[in-house]
């Protein structure tokens, strides 16, 4: 091949790489505005995991909650202004007051990971004690990540929530989208493949075990052919155990005090006190 044949490569290359499509339209003029910084947020998560757990991640019992606030501050206002097209510092009255927000939810946050931590150790005879569910269990870390999004998600900051669960996501391969509601004593065993979608509703003392995903079975679509943001996970009751690699699809009801077992593709509704088995189901 000739020398101006490979220019000619290139430069089509070239061309045919700096063509704008509507979507990359849309995202170069977000980029045009302060966009939150993913390190800063991994420095935010550690200090406030520190504060949940300070004898383990912090230092002894010290508590910095106002470096939590002021990363939390900056990081928000750059939530606010890339979504809403202004300046930081345009964002920053309304990031200050969401800020001080979760700073008063922080003490209700540590006090449901500590049910955590305990459902943890209550349903897992290979934890010694709270001390390694803290330490080595990725469920723990999950967890940590996915109540301070959420509380981030109801307060109305963005991006920040989906950015935080995903660092758990890619360290512990749990993924549980910021907006689901999980009651207090949660626990995962293992973990790997768990999947926990945006609507999905789970109560208190809920066990769940490596691959079981609560999803959604289908989507209805509006008339411009976008997929509609409606309730479409499950339900799951208070005292729920759901075995590994068990799939619960659609906004069906798993009933309390039911026993899932493993390697189950469900789609339907499951009084409480059942019992769902490979091919029988007891109730």
Known sequence: MSADNELDIISEAARLLSAVSPMEEEMHLRSHYELPNVETLRQFIDHVKGAIFPQFFGHGIYVDTSRIFTLLLEQACHGLASTCRTTCSAARPQAERLSLSFMQQLPEIKRLLLTDVAAVTQNDPAAANHTEAVFCYPVVQAMVHYR????????????????ITEMAHSATGIDIHPAAEIGE??????????????????????MLYQGVTLGARNFHYDLQGHPINEPRHPIVEDNVTIYSNTSILGRVRIGHDSIIGGNIWL???????????????QM
């Open 267 to 281: 789609t339907h509704d499951v009084p409480p006190h059942s019992r769902v088995l490979q091919g029988k189901e």
């Open 185 to 206: 004593y949660f626990a995962i065993d293992h973990g790997t493949g768990v999947v926990i979608g945006e609507t999905t509703i789970i109560g208190s003392h809920v």
């Open 148 to 163: 301070t999004a959420h509380a981030l998600y109801r307060l109305g900051i963005p991006l920040l929530p989906r950015i």
